[in-house]
């Protein structure tokens, strides 16, 4: 058993995101089945676990980058990166929220992670998820977090320690989730608990078991002791059972449903009969707090179920709209919003599912590092995941990416050594859900470029899959990039400021400037042979390097042709391949 905290420090963050990651696993599919509100589309326990494994990896790259070794990382840097990476990897309404608790409680564990800390920093979480809805409505998660703060602030006494303090914020959501539907209309038709208040109280049931080293016991499902076994129809599907973990509340079933309540039949949506929003809208916003408070305004206007959480220049925004171009066009006049999501809602018997057409025969999902190269992707008929400076995609938003694509086979392309165990845990969950998936281990964009420009979905998917895999393979990469610190490389000891090439991830070549350092390499690359070059160039990088590298490639090899595409905003002011 792990050693119990006294407080909220970066290792019981680490393992209440662990804990909390395992217990929206095992309750998603639940979650999902009792998804009714705001609309009854039957993917809140899946966007719940999906944002929470996005802040788990923030906080695990944490401790893979401390370097002390014989010490733990700051608490502070625990739970900053906790937030940081439930933000960019918020799905849907409820993960928006969940986003904004996290940052909210961030804030102020920050600070320190005692009995008194949390108490504030519940608080915080549930007053800033608040003021992120435009319109808050009571019981939703928003009434969970909220009467969770208020049981963790009663829970004075004397010097309560941390565990009195979790276990009656604990206690306090789940007696305000059984309460919920007698709040919520559209709950108490359906029969139902709000799903994110349900999510909610598991990430606090974890929570819980981090500090007291005991799990929530699992009381009797139904009031008689006896798990409900009929099935609960949502949109035309069915699920048997819904059990769920934490003991019981009186009067409520361990699968969220009312003890008198029945549980057959489908599940009603907000407004019975009535149409929402065609589409839900979904981006990362980079801009100024001002900017955001007019954007607030202008989506307001558009559309309703209006979540943006965020701050220090960086945003989540989450809204269901009948104008999806509008949406977009709102965020692009307060700032730079990238990794926009569109998801097209249809109604179908009064409720509002999610259209799926026949999914095609074949796909591939390719990871890139720049919007110029998602362009390129796009137009060559791939399904793209941009990798942005610092923020890998985590293997949820490659599964994401995968059910995007809507196809019977699918060739996944990483693009990056880092991503292989990733990649793999997504094309293993893709797999369980009836896609076969082959992962080409492409370690580099121009690998994957290369990769797709024999894709041909006509043929056997074997035969593709191989072909692909020998173009990548027949490809060598190299980069370019700037030395941060001095350090010793395989090349010799680099100074901050030197560029850096690094040939097949190895440094090969230390030099003053990108023109020439980018010459070197090509050369050194080219002396092996080669038929073909290709150049990604950053946002930053003029063309006339393009130019002078395409030069240089014709007067010393005159049997090699080059091709330059634009990467757009990347890590690398350049990128070679050789094929």
């Known amino acids: 058993m792990p050693q119990l905290p006294d407080d909220l420090d970066a290792v019981a963050v680490r393992r209440w995101c662990s804990l909390a990651l395992d217990a929206l696993g095992r309750e998603r599919a639940e979650i999902d089945a009792i ?36 010490t733990a990382p700051a608490t502070a840097d625990a739970v900053r990166a906790m937030a940081h990476g439930a933000l960019i990897g918020a799905r849907g309404n ?165 003890a008198s309540a029945p549980v057959e039949g489908p599940l009603d949506c907000p407004e019975d009969g009535a149409a929402g929003p065609a589409f839900e809208v979904i981006y990362l916003l980079e801009a100024r707090d001002e900017q955001v408070a007019r954007l607030r ?143 080409v281990p492409t370690r580099a964009a121009v690998q994957g470029i290369a990769a797709l420009a024999v894709h041909e979905p006509d043929r056997g998917f074997d035969e593709d899959v191989v072909a692909m895999t020998a173009a990548a393979g027949a490809t060598r990469y190299a980069e370019l990039a700037v030395a941060e610190r001095q350090s010793w490389t395989m090349a010799g000891i680099c100074q901050a400021g030197d560029i850096l090439g690094l040939i097949d991830g190895d440094v090969a070549v230390i030099g003053s400037d990108v023109p020439h350092t980018a010459r070197t390499v090509l050369d050194r690359m080219l002396a092996a042979g080669g038929e073909l070059v290709t150049l990604v160039l950053g946002e930053d990088v003029p063309d006339a390097l393009a130019d002078a590298l395409e030069e240089h490639v014709r007067e010393g090899h005159l049997a090699v042709d080059t091709v330059v595409y634009r990467g757009g905003h990347q890590r690398a002011p350049l990128l070679i391949g050789v094929e």
């Open 94 to 258: 409820s993960g928006t929220i969940l986003a904004q608790l996290l940052r909210g409680m961030a804030g102020v564990l920050a600070d320190g992670g005692d009995a008194a800390h949390l108490r504030l920093a519940l608080t915080s979480a549930a007053d800033a998820a608040r003021q992120a809805v435009a319109h808050p409505v009571e019981g939703t998660v928003l009434t969970v977090a909220a009467e969770a703060a208020e049981a963790a602030e009663a829970a004075r006494g004397e010097d309560p320690d941390l565990r009195t303090v979790v276990t009656a914020a604990y206690d306090g959501a789940r007696a305000a989730l059984a309460r919920t539907p007698e709040q919520l209309a559209v709950l108490g038709r359906a029969g139902v608990v709000d799903a994110g208040g349900r999510g909610l109280v598991a990430v606090l049931g974890a929570l819980v078991e981090t500090v007291t080293g005991q799990a929530p016991v699992r009381g009797p499902r139904t009031a008689s002791g006896n798990a409900a076994k009929a099935p609960v129809t949502v949109d035309g599907g069915s699920v048997v059972g819904l059990p769920v973990g934490g003991t019981p509340v009186e009067g409520v079933t361990e699968g969220g449903l009312p």
């Open 297 to 439: 305004t202008r989506l307001d206007a558009l559309g309703d179920s209006l979540v943006v959480v965020g701050g220090d220049g960086l945003w989540h925004v989450h809204v269901h709209v009948d104008d999806a171009g509008a949406a977009v066009e709102a965020g692009v006049e307060a700032g730079r919003p990238y990794r926009i999501r569109i998801t097209h809602f249809a109604t179908e018997s009064g409720h509002d599912v999610r259209v799926q057409a026949e999914p095609a025969q074949r796909a591939v999902v390719v990871v890139v590092p720049g919007d110029g190269l998602a362009g390129l992707c796009t137009e060559a008929g791939a399904t793209t995941v941009i990798a942005r400076p610092g923020e890998p995609p985590a293997s949820g938003e490659l599964v994401d990416a995968i059910r995007r694509a809507h196809a019977r086979e699918v060739v996944l392309l990483p693009n990056d050594a880092a991503l292989r165990h990733t990649a793999a845990a997504a094309a293993e969950q893709a797999r369980t859900e009836g896609v076969r998936v082959a992962l």
């Open 35 to 70: 998804n009714v509100y705001p609309i009854a589309d039957g993917d809140t326990g899946t966007n719940l676990y999906l944002t929470l494994e996005s802040a788990a990896a923030a906080v695990e790259a944490v401790f893979a980058a401390h370097e002390t070794g014989a």
